[in-house]
T-cell receptor, first 109, second 115 residues
Framework: AQRVTQPEKLLSVFKGAPVELKCNYS??????LFWYVQYSRQRLQLLLR??SRESIKGFTADLNKGETSFHLKKPFAQEEDSAMYYC???????????FGAGTRLTVKP | KAGVTQTPRYLIKTRGQQVTLSCSPI?????VSWYQQTPGQGLQFLFE???????NKGNFPGRFSGRQFSNSRSEMNVSTLELGDSALYLC??????????????FGEGSWLTVV
């Protein structure tokens, strides 16, 4: 079965500090990993996906199959990064997305 | 182009009643997925429809059902409502053509309160 774990419900950092949101998963097959973000009063939206290997808004995430992790990182946090972040997994070629519990990131001035 | 549209946005129902929620996907999207979001359980996958067929299903009781029409619009139905069904129900659409890199776009959700 697919499972996603985000160990931190809340994470607070100061502006300009590095930030890392942790995500671990369990799935025996070939997973597709995603990070979704929900800003205040906005709908849930895709931030990035591992197959694209891209950096969005300064965020990056590397899939580590050995550690079954997909941590989200940003070297210098900004106040506008404050939001709810969800790690998600789907089976290859499937749209049955399984989400972690989410981490609320607060970036303080 | 217009985003994923869900109706109604807010509704209140009584225990034992049934409810139908509607979702209009982005034009051209053939896959529609439904999720339940609650403070205690987070975001949970209900089911996914593609070309009018249920393609994937989460771990919800049979009271939760859905369907998809030929124009890709989808409805989900919850029968015999329980207090624990109070949640935000999110619909998401994607091209769904089998390439898992398709971006899934979410609607704003339907807030259901069961009293």
């Amino acid at each position: 079965a697919q499972r996603v774990t985000q160990p931190e419900k809340l994470l607070s950092v100061f502006k300009g500090a590095p930030v890392e949101l942790k995500c671990n998963y369990s799935y025996s097959g070939s997973p597709e990993l995603f990070w979704y973000v929900q800003y205040s009063r906005q709908r849930l939206q895709l931030l990035l996906r591992h197959i694209s290997r891209e950096s969005i808004k300064g965020f990056t995430a590397d899939l580590n199959k050995g550690e079954t992790s997909f941590h989200l990182k940003k070297p210098f946090a900004q106040e506008e990064d404050s939001a709810m972040y969800y790690c998600a997994l789907s089976r290859y070629n499937n749209n049955d997305m399984r989400f972690g519990a989410g981490t609320r990131l607060t970036v303080k001035p | 182009k217009a985003g994923v549209t869900q109706t109604p946005r807010y509704l209140i129902k009584t225990r034992g009643q049934q409810v139908t929620l509607s979702c209009s996907p982005i034009s051209g999207h053939r896959s529609v997925s439904w999720y339940q979001q609650t403070p205690g359980q987070g975001l949970q996958f209900l089911f996914e429809y593609f070309s009018e067929t249920q393609r994937n299903k989460g771990n919800f009781p049979g009271r939760f059902s859905g369907r998809q029409f030929s124009n890709s619009r989808s409805e989900m139905n919850v029968s015999t409502l329980e207090l624990g069904d109070s949640a935000l129900y999110l619909c998401a659409s994607s091209l769904g053509n089998g390439y898992s890199g398709n971006t899934i776009y979410f609607g704003e959700g339907s807030w259901l309160t069961v009293v």
